[in-house]
């Protein structure tokens, strides 16, 4: 089998996915990606990482980073050319984060991470979606990653749009759509952390490869509230 940084490559793990014991259906219906996937998905996928991070110790680093971002003692750790030049060979995540779009949260930034650290999905409103869940499949049953943070923050807009629900042009509908789910006529900070928790359920619920990986102590997801006032972030599950 190929591997890809030591690790099951990815077009291995969609074959598998197809054909194997890895039950998983992918097919591309109009520019979507339709994928129907069994209980018994990922007997067969043992990511490679030599070093793996447990969620605990790697909800501690995340947590530990941002106390240096509030206290503006960041360390820029992992930033230097001969690291870059090492992760060239491979990488290893120690966390995933679902975060939003805003400029306002910066994930390497807020957490004090840096090269290979962390498997970034952003999206307006931190939403769970069909291609924000096939990342995070991707980086917790290939890679290794055993933690995922839904990090939702402070004054999100895409939330505020979901309270408004009015119309919006193009396809920003799309996002706030998403959203609406998780709401029902709560005030914009509850509605965050409604939706924070609304799409990490959703991750669990709509993925069989993640949850999976929760049932056997692989992979922990937690949500997780930014204060964009303040810089803090606060665990909230
Ligand atoms: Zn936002």
New binding site residues.
């Given amino acids: 089998m190929a591997r890809i940084n030591g690790f099951i490559g990815r077009r291995d793990f969609l074959k598998l996915a197809g054909t194997g014991s890895l039950a998983i259906a992918a097919t591309t219906i109009s520019g979507s990606l339709i994928t129907n996937t069994s209980k018994t998905a990922i007997a067969d996928v043992s990511p490679a990482n030599p070093n793996p991070v447990n969620p605990n110790q790697a909800l501690k680093l995340l947590l530990d980073g941002n106390q240096r971002f509030i206290q503006q003692k960041r360390q820029y750790p992992h930033q230097s050319l001969a690291h870059l030049q090492l992760l060239a060979k491979a990488q290893y995540p120690f966390a995933a984060i679902l975060g ?3 400029s306002r ?1 910066p994930t390497e930034i807020i957490f004090d991470q840096g090269l290979g650290d962390l498997f970034v999905v952003r999206v ?3 939403v769970a979606s069909d291609m924000a869940i096939g990342s995070l499949e991707y980086t917790t049953a290939v890679l290794g990653t055993q933690l995922i943070v839904v990090l ?2 402070k004054n ?4 505020a749009a979901a309270i408004k629900n009015e119309p919006l042009p193009g396809r920003i509908g799309y996002v706030v759509e998403g959203i609406k789910p998780a709401l029902s006529n709560l005030n914009s900070t509850d509605a965050v952390i409604a939706n924070i928790q609304y799409q990490a359920n959703k991750l669990q619920q709509s993925s069989a490869i993640l949850a999976q990986l929760v049932d056997t102590g692989k992979l922990k997801i937690v949500s997780a509230y930014y204060n964009i006032d303040t810089g803090k972030i606060t665990v909230i599950t």
């Fill in positions: 939003c779009a805003d949260v307006a409103g931190n939702g923050h999100c807009g895409a939330v």
